[in-house]
T-cell receptor
Framework: DAGVTQSPTHLIKTRGQQVTLRCSPK?????VSWYQQALGQGPQFIFQ???????QRGNFPDRFSGHQFPNYSSELNVNALLLGDSALYLC??????????????FGPGTRLTVT | GDSVTQMEGPVTLSEEAFLTINCTYT??????LFWYVQYPGEGLQLLLK?????DKGSNKGFEATYRKETTSFHLEKGSVQVSDSAVYFC????????????FGAGTQVVVTP
C-alpha cells in the first residue's frame, strides 16, 4: 500500500513566479491537509480539503490556494512567490476514525526554494 | 488560541542514555495529543498518540502519558540508539477540527555512539 506521495521533490523558483505542488493521499483517505515547514520550525497548517472543497484554512494569504480532485488527490498553488515562501511543504492525508478522531499521515514533502 | 511548547534542542545524549523531551500545551477543549518524528531529509512519521486524559501512547520503546492536570505530554525512552537521532515534534488536534494539527517548534535529538 503506497503511502502519501508528493511531487516534485525539490523546486527552485524566482520571486514573483507561481508554483503548483501535488499530493496523492494514502489509499482509503478522503481528506488532504497542507502544511508549511520553514527551516528549523514546526509545520504550520495552510488548509484542508474534503469532498473537493476547502473545509478549513490557517492564517495564510490568498496567494495560497488549492484544489482537490475526485480521486482525492490535491494541488497546492502559490502565486506571486516571495522569498519567505521558501520552505518544505508537507501534505497529509487522513480519514475519520471511530470517535470522531483523525490520524494524519504525511508525505515526504516538497522543498521549495525561492530566489 | 491553542499552542504547544517543547523544550529547546539540541539534546545530545550518549547511546543507551535515558531521553525525556518535555511538551506542554494550551487548548480550550480536550485535544488529542501526538508525537511525530522527522528524520533528516524526510517527512513526518507518527510516533505515538493519546486521545484522552491518562492515556499512554507507546511505540518503538517511546512512551508519553496524557496529563490533563499538568497539560503535558512528555516523551520518554529508556535507552536511546544512534538511529533515534532526529527531530521530534509534539502536536495537538482539537476535537471538531477534523484532525488539524498544531505543532510545537520541534526538538532535535542527537545520539552519539
Amino acid at each position: 500500500d503506497a503511502g502519501v506521495t508528493q511531487s516534485p521533490t525539490h523546486l527552485i523558483k524566482t520571486r514573483g513566479q507561481q508554483v503548483t505542488l501535488r499530493c496523492s493521499p494514502k489509499s482509503g483517505h478522503d481528506t488532504v491537509s497542507w502544511y508549511q515547514q520553514a527551516l528549523g520550525q514546526g509545520p504550520q497548517f495552510i488548509f484542508q480539503y474534503y469532498e473537493e472543497e476547502e473545509r478549513q484554512r490557517g492564517n495564510f494569504p490568498d496567494r495560497f490556494s488549492g484544489h482537490q480532485f475526485p480521486n482525492y488527490s490535491s494541488e497546492l498553488n502559490v502565486n506571486a512567490l516571495l522569498l519567505g515562501d521558501s520552505a518544505l511543504y508537507l501534505c497529509a492525508s487522513s480519514w475519520q476514525l471511530a470517535g470522531n478522531s483523525y490520524e494524519q499521515y504525511f508525505g515526504p514533502g516538497t522543498r521549495l526554494t525561492v530566489t | 488560541g491553542d499552542s504547544v511548547t517543547q523544550m529547546e534542542g539540541p539534546v545530545t545524549l550518549s547511546e543507551e542514555a535515558f531521553l525525556t523531551i518535555n511538551c506542554t500545551y494550551t487548548a480550550t477543549g480536550y485535544p488529542s495529543l501526538f508525537w511525530y518524528v522527522q528524520y533528516p531529509g524526510e517527512g513526518l512519521q507518527l510516533l505515538l498518540k493519546a486521545t484522552k486524559a491518562d492515556d499512554k501512547g507507546s511505540n518503538k520503546g517511546f512512551e508519553a502519558t496524557y496529563r490533563k492536570e499538568t497539560t503535558s505530554f512528555h516523551l520518554e525512552k529508556g535507552s536511546v540508539q544512534v538511529s533515534d537521532s532526529a527531530v521530534y515534534f509534539c502536536a495537538l488536534s482539537d476535537r471538531g477540527s477534523w484532525g488539524k494539527l498544531q505543532f510545537g517548534a520541534g526538538t532535535q535529538v542527537v545520539v552519539t555512539p
